[in-house]
């Protein structure tokens, strides 16, 4: 298709110098800044969990006192939510794919999608000073009337900053929806789309609808702090549950801008290594934006116990069981591709039926937490912390994890070797369940969550859990050695290792600046393996 | 049902059943337990099965063409589309039960504060960090919270509610079986977030009238209980009047300023009195570097300790 000449020159000698990366309007260039970016913020949140962890492994304080205990455990979810998860898919693999998977040059306003990764990094800034300067110990949920109770303003700060790094996802979420309506290769229509490309276009419009309230919140929280307006505060007239509704209407939502450009990725890997069509395409594609959707209107399931009305908590519960359901079918669709497909287990399809097996668990144990009666009992407890890992980390870190040994070939032109990242798999998939499973355990004997310390007899499951982490943290350590040792001695990569179908892997490894070498035309489906 | 029974609660990991509700909560989440276990088995299952099953042969295997089945989506849909509806429905049903608290239940309030519960009957007793209940009878709890927000979860009656500043917010629920139970604060709310516990120890009515009509303190307002214990306990080294005996006298004492040994100042308020009384050495007023008082903590309980502040405040 190109000639080898052509071939020599891609995006990453395209320019030379810092000073070109800091100012590039690439899409593929801008998606490896947030990869490195999104990669130094994961392991500082995850040298938190580790000593979070630590600080669990007995009763009492093992390394720091109470407050210390309560800051760590801010900071880690703090900066693994907004720092890590929300913008780890779309911001990163997004940004790469997203063009590329549409056979466009670039994305469709090339210079917001530069703004909106200073965006990232000056919200990030703000809030690691408000977690580190200002001390901020509120858990990642802020609540008040605890977090304006406080003397400090760091809550303000750490809002703001959870805002601007917001905006960062709006802007890529506008482009994201521009470049899906307008940047389509000749032939490709809505339904010729990858599904990672659904998945992304789906959370996009998630990132703009929902972002903003985050800002109205920001806002209402300033003006009582500095105005003395009563908003939250029941000392000033305020109800400090209204703030649990402005929270979670934004957080709710962006649990699924975690989620679902993960379920975006899962169905490229699963497709790749089966070599087989994907089943149920507009099912899966659907389910997308019915979930999408819907995810508007369940935020109350996080505050069945929290004061509000019976009738809404009734409302909620209901909601959220019909969410349920296309998440239910996305997991039958992709074991059912799998049926008569021809199977090859290279880390990227470990990493997607390791997502498949403990989403399954998180999915189930989700289920179990919207039903009211039974929430009641687990709401706030171990159960409800292991449930969400399972679900973020174990769905859309290991759909990340996936992504970029899916993609590395193409991103960086080396293979990677395969044994070790297998084996870095191995710790990471042991290890999180040794972590996190036992955490239900506890959750459902009743230790509640954000526990400095704990009951004696909470304390064999504790050890367990610490134990795991240790392992997990084995697994990332040779993890980030594969992805260096790839990178400096990895053998080049053809430009399509896996076989796959979709447009990314028709252009050379690395791609050249403008991702193709000619206009590619599609002619059918993106998973046509006949 | 026949998958759940007592003996079974503890396969599904949940704490002992000690109220009305543990059993129908359980009952549930055992549907939803073994429904779970079922569903992880097929969908995991599947998934290792056709990992085997097809693994890659050859480089140049062909696979099937199936893009879709509609029995098959429809089924998958709609199965769980109906599982869920019924769980939806069976958690209402118990939710709706614990929330319609009977007319004629016995009502504590509940005051939740950084970093500790307290409880007062209708009598005005009050206890602080335990509470005693009768068995077989319906409780409810009224519950506020001084400072931020606090939940009360008892984790043997599988209750919780957030506890709000503000505002009441309440939960009921029968003690079934006798003893001492866990409560947890389950809202973070600051450093002593862990070591907000509280026990509820449920007692026989009989143990319960008795426990009742033992109170010493009974049908007396928060100083005269605080009078009693100066006639009891402090009268050895105070005077009511200003005059010092071993220790200062009380008149006057209270909202005064108080040099102490290490030359700042505090105000002789509640906070201070209850260090004083818990742990005299702590901060020595100047004049009384030589006198010895012994810490009273652990042997008063929260009422008296309350009740002598109380009686203070009357000393002019
Ligand atoms: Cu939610
Ligand atoms: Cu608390």
């Not at chain 2, 009974?218 to 005996?245: D, F, M, P, W």
Request: glycine share 8%; with cysteine.
């Amino acid at each position: 298709m190109s000639s080898a000449a052509d071939k020599s020159k891609n995006y990453l000698n395209h320019e030379k110098g810092l000073w070109s990366w800091l100012t590039t309007l690439d899409h593929k260039r801008i998606g490896i800044m947030y990869m490195i970016t999104v990669m130094l913020f994961f392991l500082i949140g995850g040298i938190f969990a580790l000593l979070i962890r630590f600080e669990l492994f007995s009763t009492g304080g093992q390394i720091v006192d109470a407050d210390g205990y309560n800051r760590m455990m801010t900071f880690h979810g703090a900066i693994m939510v907004f720092m890590v998860i929300i913008p780890g898919i779309p911001a990163f693999l997004g940004n790469f794919f997203l063009p590329l998977h549409l056979g466009a040059k670039d994305v469709a306003f090339p210079k917001v999608n530069l703004m909106s990764w200073y965006c990232l990094i000056i919200g990030a800034a703000i809030s690691f000073f408000s977690l580190f300067a200002e001390k901020v110990a509120t858990g990642w949920t802020f609540y008040t009337p605890y977090s304006i109770s406080e003397t400090s303003n760091g809550a303000i700060l750490l809002v703001l900053g959870a805002f601007v790094m917001g905006f960062s996802s709006i802007l890529t979420g506008l482009n994201f929806v521009a470049t899906t309506h307008r940047l389509r290769a000749p032939g490709m229509g809505f339904f010729q789309m990858p599904l990672f490309v659904w998945g992304l276009y789906s959370t996009a419009i998630l990132q703009i609808i929902a972002t903003p309230v985050l800002a109205i919140t920001l806002l209402l929280l300033a003006a009582e702090k500095t105005m003395g307006i009563g908003f939250f505060d029941p000392k000033l007239g305020g109800d400090p549950v209204l703030f649990q509704h402005f929270f979670w209407f934004y957080s709710h939502p962006a649990v699924y801008i975690m989620i679902l450009p993960a379920m975006g990725i899962i169905s490229e890997l699963i497709t790749a290594f089966s070599r087989k069509v994907i089943f149920g395409y507009k099912a899966i594609a659907f389910s997308s934006v019915g979930i999408a959707a819907v995810s508007f209107f369940v935020w109350g399931h996080h505050m069945f116990v929290s004061g509000q009305s019976q009738v809404a908590g009734v409302i909620f519960s209901f909601l959220t069981m019909l969410v349920g359901v296309p998440t239910a079918i996305k997991t039958f669709n992709w074991v059912a591709t799998m049926y008569k497909g021809s199977i090859q287990f290279q880390s990227p399809m470990l990493y997607a039926m390791g997502f498949l097996f403990l989403f399954t668990i998180g999915g189930v144990t989700g289920v179990m937490l919207a039903v009211m009666a039974v929430d009641v009992h687990f709401h706030d407890t171990y159960f409800v912390v292991a449930h969400f890992h399972y679900v973020m980390v174990g769905g859309t870190l290991m759909a990340i994890m996936g992504g970029i040994y899916y993609w590395f070939p193409k991103m960086f032109g080396k293979m990677y070797n395969e044994f070790m990242a297998q084996l870095s798999f191995l710790f990471i998939f042991v290890g999180f369940n040794v972590t996190f499973f036992p955490q239900f355990i506890l959750g459902a004997q009743g230790m509640p969550r954000r526990y400095f310390d704990y009951l004696p007899a909470f304390e064999p499951l504790n050890r367990v859990s610490t134990v795991g982490s240790w392992l997990i943290a084995i697994g990332f350590l040779i993890g980030l050695y594969v992805i260096i040792n790839g990178l400096l001695k990895g053998k080049k990569a053809p430009d399509n290792p896996w076989g796959a179908k979709t447009l990314e892997w028709q252009t050379s490894s690395p791609p050249p600046h403008t991702n193709f070498h000619e206009q590619p035309v599609v002619t059918g489906g993106p998973y046509e393996f006949r | 049902m026949f998958w759940v029974n007592k003996a079974h609660a503890g396969n599904t990991f949940m704490p002992p059943q000690a109220s009305n509700f543990a059993e129908s909560v359980d009952t549930l989440y055992g549907f939803l337990y073994y429904s779970s276990l079922i569903s992880c088995i097929l969908v995991i299952g599947g998934l290792v099965y056709f990992a085997f099953k097809y693994k890659r042969k050859t480089a140049s295997d062909k696979t099937a063409y199936i893009p879709h089945n509609a029995l098959l989506e429809f089924l998958w849909s709609f199965i769980p589309f109906v599982i869920f509806l019924v769980v939806f429905a069976w958690g209402w049903k118990i939710f709706y039960d614990m929330r319609s608290a009977p007319k004629d239940a016995l009502e504590i309030h509940v005051v939740g504060q950084k970093w500790n519960w307290d409880f007062v009957y209708k009598s005005g007793r009050k206890t602080s960090s335990e509470f005693t209940i009768p068995i077989n009878t319906p409780i409810k709890l009224i519950m506020g919270s001084r400072d931020v927000l606090h939940s009360f979860f008892v984790p043997s009656f599988r209750v919780k509610q957030d506890v709000i500043p503000g505002r009441y917010t309440s939960l009921w629920f029968t003690a079934t079986k006798e003893g001492n139970f866990n409560v947890f604060c389950t809202e973070y709310c600051g450093t002593g977030h862990s070591t907000m516990l509280a026990k509820v120890k449920v007692v026989s009515k009989a143990a319960y009238e008795s426990w009742l009509e033992n109170n010493p303190y009974k049908g007396l307002t928060l100083s005269e209980v605080g009078q009693k214990v100066y006639a009891g306990r402090c009268i050895a080294c105070h005077n009511v009047t200003n005059v010092k005996k071993i220790g200062p006298g009380f008149a006057g004492l209270w909202g005064s300023e108080r040099k102490l040994t290490d030359g700042s100042t505090v105000v002789a308020d509640e906070a201070y009195i209850r260090e004083s009384i818990l742990n005299p050495n702590a901060k020595k007023s100047v004049g009384y570097e030589e006198a010895v008082m012994t810490s009273f903590q652990g042997q008063v309980s929260e009422e008296e300790l309350t009740g002598v502040i109380e009686y203070l405040k009357t000393l002019k």
